[in-house]
């Protein structure tokens, strides 16, 4: 009996061992990819602000679905985030998603769209001011009533004043626009094949009082304006548009805030 008791006892210890082995591994492999996951997130939060070409970059995939995004805030518009098993960065997007707003305010949103248009916009809480710059987004229009718009914001510095190039579908064209004091002035458009449900790469870049437009790498114009000389940037729709937007980039031509 007393070697079988010693003999079980071994035994057991050895499966403790084994097991405690293998829970620590577990514990630091897991680890591991939770520090791995955080460096990725903060890679593409973080900016060396005071370096020309520093970029930031946004996915939106280690977001929460269905809020808004913790680094970003809506200054109008019900934006969210959103799954999208067809985004360039899977899975997440900021969207517009048109669905989720209260069944009178939704139309109401369509009714105003008749008379007058709704601007909506959503910045990166980061305060941080571009002159120069070259902002890049992923694009996808997918609904709405009047059509889907999908814009890039440069030199914000309120609701009432920035500059936006804006891509319309199904109208099927891209242009460039200054709202000054909540007015929006076209400065420049070009005509581009947009179809719903699609991905597009959209582009804007401005250096001084010169901007170019840019849609999947191919320059659709090039355009002057001299009506504000820096701001943040962010990303803008108008009325009940659908519309996502996946790999939102900056990088800085300038220092910022310069």
């Known amino acids: 009996m007393s070697n079988r008791s010693a003999l079980g006892r071994t035994l057991l210890l050895a499966v403790l061992t084994f097991v405690l082995a293998i829970t620590a591994g577990d514990t630091t492999s897991v680890a591991g990819e939770t520090r791995g996951s955080t460096a990725i997130v903060k890679a593409a939060t973080t900016t ?9 970059s946004w996915s939106f995939d280690h977001d929460r679905g269905y809020l808004m995004p913790g680094d970003w805030t ?4 019900n934006w969210k985030v959103l799954l999208d098993m067809h985004a360039p960065s899977l899975p997440n997007t900021l969207s517009l998603p048109g669905y989720g707003l209260p069944r009178t305010k939704a139309v109401m ?11 909506l916009l959503a910045i990166p809480k980061d305060s941080t ?4 710059l070259s902002l890049q987004a992923d694009i996808k229009p997918w609904g709405g009533a009047w059509g889907s718009y999908a814009g890039l914001v440069v030199r914000y510095t309120d609701p009432q004043d920035y500059y936006v190039l804006a891509a319309a579908c199904p109208k099927d064209y891209v242009a460039l626009y200054r709202m000054s004091g909540g007015r929006l002035t076209l400065i420049k458009e070009a005509p581009a094949e947009l179809e ?3 991905w597009y790469a959209l ?10 437009a840019y849609l999947n790498g191919k320059q659709l114009f ?3 304006d001299s ?8 990303v803008w729709s108008q009325n009940d548009s659908r519309v996502s937007f996946d790999n939102v980039k900056v990088t800085a031509e300038s220092a910022p805030g310069a």
């Open 48 to 56: 060396d602000s005071g370096a020309p070409g520093a970029s930031k």
């Open 74 to 77: 809506a200054v109008s518009g």
């Open 109 to 119: 949103l369509w009714i105003d769209s008749f008379f007058s248009d709704t601007y």
């Open 129 to 132: 001011e571009y002159s120069d």
């Open 196 to 198: 719903r449900g699609r």
């Open 203 to 212: 582009r804007l870049d401005a250096r001084g009082d010169h901007f170019s």
């Open 222 to 224: 090039e355009a002057q």
């Open 227 to 234: 009506g504000l000389a820096k701001g943040r940037i962010g």
